[in-house]
């Protein structure tokens, strides 16, 4: 959440933050003045502590007819003293609640407004190209037999899927080597629970706007994630850590209703509700998260490249962050079938917002207590096969695999099967 002392020595810059993320900057107005009178309220509420304290003792020492004025007042103070401490309380609930649903601050240079306005910073690789009309990835897969969205949609509903054969074998190889990669870059690998606590998925800020895209379990109070960035997160919750930075790679099933995506992406597996993933996640030095979070972008790149697809990387617009984000870099994978790119990787900054939700610190130099920064990026995600299908497809059918997935997977090329 937003660091009040920040707040009071530079209000406008969440102001400027909350316009260009076109939510309501009155908010700033109505949190100084909730701070203002908490404020207030405890000094009222200290002060009349230290009075009835300081009573008390020239209680003790009072005979008769005084002992018993005093002993009055005493009451009307300790009456006025709780009053006082239930006054700054609720003060206290009321900020506290205005301040979960307020944003991250963007970090400078994000660009303003939605969804459409995000800046492209860079292309690598050329749209690929075919000398005849290419297949999308469920045609490709229903042929290679490593797709099934019949049966999937039969066992489970929509938007599920089954990967069979070479479909399942292809996940497998493109996650293992991700975490190959991430294990070689210095992450410690981590196979985290699927489901937490509310505590953990409102700490990451999972419960604001996007509360309506996570399943819950009531009956035991645990939701389950849509991505593994909520249980790494909340790994070192309420703990003062050292050895920054503490980078973590974990392997997971996600999981996500999808709320107001229906008619989107229904054909095939871009948009689903259960998908694996390798996510990296960063607890760091809030001076460092700049330099951090490019090098999330850069281990995503290189993970790209591996699978030889051509894409594009986007500065995503202040109002397509997530709340917790303060700038985020996409990486979108050219489609073919469509034309158009899509996004398959994402890396965020979190700055400290996370982390003082979910109490996770560290000593700086002078041996303060200050909260870490934590950073998130996609390492791979089944949405990948969609752009490894499309873009090594050739025109007999069959589907060439990167060279760097061919030592899990076994084999060079995927042909269609006999059904």
């Known amino acids: 959440m937003i660091d009040l002392r920040a707040l009071r020595e530079d209000p406008e810059r969440l102001r400027a933050s909350q316009r260009a993320r076109g939510e309501d900057d009155g908010v700033v107005d109505r949190l100084l003045d909730l701070d203002g009178r908490r404020r207030s309220a405890l000094t009222s509420?200290?002060?009349?502590?230290?009075?009835?304290k300081s009573f008390g003792k020239s209680v003790s020492k009072a005979q008769g007819d005084e002992r018993q004025q005093l002993l009055t007042r005493a009451k009307e103070l300790a009456q006025q003293v709780k009053e006082a401490e239930a006054?700054?309380?609720?003060?206290?609930?009321?900020?506290d609640a205005l301040l979960k649903g307020v944003p991250n601050l963007i970090e400078d240079g994000v660009p303003p407004g939605g969804e459409q306005d995000f800046v492209v910073l860079e292309h690598v690789g050329e749209p690929t190209k075919f000398d005849f009309e290419p297949k999308d990835h469920l045609e490709l897969?229903?042929?290679?037999?490593?797709?099934?969205?019949?049966?999937?949609?039969?066992v489970s509903g929509a938007r599920f899927y089954y990967l069979t054969g070479v479909g399942?074998?292809?996940?497998?190889?493109?996650?293992?080597?991700?975490i190959e990669q991430a294990v070689a870059s210095g992450f410690v690998p981590m196979y985290p629970p699927v489901l937490v606590k509310p505590e953990a998925m409102e700490g990451t800020g999972f419960l604001g706007a996007h509360a309506a895209?996570?399943?819950?379990?009531?009956?035991?109070?645990?939701?389950?994630v849509g991505t593994s960035e909520v249980p790494l997160a909340a790994y070192h919750m309420n703990?003062?850590?050292?050895?920054?930075?503490?980078?973590?790679?974990?392997?997971?099933?996600?999981?996500?209703?999808?709320?107001?995506?229906?008619?989107?992406?229904?054909?095939?597996?871009?948009?689903?509700?259960?998908?694996?993933?390798?996510?990296?996640?960063?607890?760091?030095?809030?001076g460092d998260a700049h330099a951090e979070h490019l090098r999330l972008l850069e281990w995503e790149k290189e993970m790209l490249a591996k699978v030889e697809i051509p894409y594009r990387v986007i500065d995503v617009a202040a109002g397509d962050l997530g709340s917790s984000a303060a700038r985020k870099y996409d990486c979108e994978a050219w489609v073919p079938s469509q034309n158009t790119y899509r996004e398959v990787t994402s890396t965020s900054n979190c700055t400290e917002f996370q982390a003082r939700r979910l109490a996770v610190r560290y000593k700086d130099d002078?041996?303060?207590?200050?909260?870490?920064a934590t950073l998130n990026g996609?390492?791979?995600?089944?949405?990948?096969?969609?752009?490894?299908?499309?873009?090594?497809?050739?025109a007999d059918g069959t589907v060439r695999v990167p060279e760097a997935l061919r030592k899990f997977l076994g084999q060079d090329v995927l042909e269609p099967v006999q059904r």
């Open 87 to 95: 006054e700054a309380d609720r003060l206290a609930e009321e900020l």
């Open 45 to 52: 509420f200290e002060q009349l502590r230290a009075e009835q």
């Open 168 to 178: 399942a074998r292809l996940q497998y190889a493109l996650l293992n080597l991700a």
């Open 239 to 286: 703990e003062i850590i050292d050895g920054l930075p503490r980078r973590y790679a974990a392997w997971s099933s996600c999981f996500r209703r999808e709320a107001g995506s229906y008619g989107k992406d229904t054909r095939g597996i871009i948009r689903v509700h259960q998908f694996d993933k390798v996510e990296m996640f960063s607890y760091c030095d809030p």
């Open 213 to 224: 895209e996570v399943y819950q379990l009531r009956e035991e109070d645990l939701y389950l």
């Open 366 to 372: 002078a041996g303060r207590s200050r909260p870490v």
């Open 378 to 394: 996609t390492l791979a995600t089944t949405r990948w096969m969609v752009a490894i299908l499309e873009n090594h497809q050739r």
């Open 141 to 154: 897969g229903e042929s290679l037999g490593a797709i099934d969205m019949e049966r999937g949609a039969k």
